[in-house]
């Protein structure tokens, strides 16, 4: 099976601070990598698909990159609809999620 | 648009099963496969398994072999994941996928609809 590792697991950050979540994959998984992000209480949002792909509607804050088994998630300005919690998720060989990156204020 | 309601909330004693049912709409439900996740109290997201609704065909994670099975009815656009023998480390939300945007037949695919979850709790 095919691990995800996320860090950090909690980011501390203010609004207007830019953040990177980064995302290792136990073996290569090319660009199959997706970013969901959760709010408390409701289901996954799909930011983020084939690594750097921006699903429609997500703003442009949010870009993605990374290739084999590193890949980052990058936040340019934090607005306060953006304090959730981070998934990557592998889809390369069936699917498997990192364990998640909370970020709060 | 493309909706997937499940059905609601349910509390099970250890040994029993559960069978949460997702409802779909807004989209063709035989041709884009289900997918079941769940989340713990707290805790990360776990794939539990896929279903291809026009076919039945099927495939779970090696964690819930033998105790999940998902099935469908296409009369009605619903899938159903049933899991058995219950332990309270089953207690957890269910969440139905679909992948309608980026389904690829042929390999894998990430997720772009969800249900809104379905609490499951076991508890003697």
């Known amino acids: 099976d095919i691990q995800m590792t996320q860090s950090p697991s909690t980011l501390s950050a203010s609004v207007g601070d830019r953040v990177t979540i980064t995302c290792r994959a136990s073996q290569s998984i090319s660009t199959l990598l997706a970013w969901y992000q959760q709010k408390p209480g409701k289901a996954p949002k799909l930011l983020i698909y084939?690594?750097?792909n921006l699903e429609r509607g997500v703003p442009a804050r949010f870009s993605a990159s990374g290739s084999g088994r590193e890949f980052t998630l990058t936040i340019s300005s934090l607005q306060p609809d953006d304090f959730a919690t981070y998934y990557c998720?592998?889809?390369?060989?069936?699917?498997?999620f990192g364990q998640g990156t909370k970020v709060e204020i | 648009q493309v909706q997937l309601m499940q059905s609601g909330a349910e509390v099970k004693k250890p040994g029993a099963s559960v069978k949460v049912s997702c409802k779909t709409s807004g989209y063709i439900f035989i041709g884009y496969d289900i997918n079941w996740v769940r989340q713990a109290s707290g805790q990360g997201l776990e794939w539990m398994g896929w279903?291809?609704?026009?076919?039945?065909?099927?495939g779970y994670a090696q964690k819930f072999q033998g105790r999940v099975t998902m099935t469908r009815d296409t009369s009605i656009g619903t899938a159903y994941m049933e899991l058995s023998s219950l332990i309270s480390d089953d207690t957890a939300v269910y969440y139905c996928?679909?992948?309608?945007?980026?389904?690829?037949?042929?390999?894998?695919?990430?997720?772009?609809?969800w249900g809104q979850g379905t609490p499951v709790t076991v508890s003697s």
């Open positions: 998720q592998q889809y390369d060989t069936y699917w498997t």
């Open positions: 084939k690594t750097s």
């Open positions: 279903m291809n609704p026009n076919s039945g065909n099927t």
């Open positions: 996928t679909a992948a309608v945007s980026y389904y690829n037949p042929a390999a894998y695919y990430p997720f772009d609809y």
